[in-house]
């Protein structure tokens, strides 16, 4: 269930843009930034845990595991203010990056394990809260 986001990772077409939407809670109701980074910690563990046992029966990066999109949601959001145009601008922005794959990506999603499968959508996470910053200054 965890792995999955809530079994969403078993629906038939996307299901990471499916967990990436709906990881989009997160954000919107955890406003305490102590909070959200106790939040982000837990996750990453629980996440690491559930994935390296998990691909041992499923493959590497199955497409039912999408814990990894909510901890790139996360990280799209980390120290943003948010509102609803935010988080739609965050969402598209981090399904651009993860869908995108530069090629560091690509080489940081072979490493072996959940360390693999988690890095390279927290480095897409990063690039869209990079991004995310950059427009919201433009904005002002």
Request: proline share 4%; hydrophobic share 60%.
């Amino acid at each position: 269930m965890f792995a999955s986001t809530f079994f969403l990772g078993f629906l038939p077409g996307a299901p990471a843009t499916y967990s990436s939407f709906f990881a989009l809670l997160f954000p919107f109701f955890i406003r305490n930034p102590y909070l959200y980074i106790f939040f982000f910690i837990s996750y990453f563990f629980l996440s690491f845990l559930t994935i390296n046992q998990l691909e041992k029966i499923w493959g590497k990066d199955d497409r039912k595991i999408t814990a990894d999109e909510v901890l790139g949601i996360l990280t799209t959001f980390f120290f943003i203010p948010i509102n609803f145009k935010i988080l739609i601008l965050g969402f598209l922005l981090f399904r651009f990056y993860d869908i995108l794959k530069l090629s560091f990506l690509r080489k940081v999603e072979r490493i072996t394990g959940a360390f693999g499968v988690i890095l390279d959508d927290i480095l897409a996470g990063i690039l869209a809260n990079i991004t995310l910053r950059i427009i919201l200054m433009l904005w002002q």
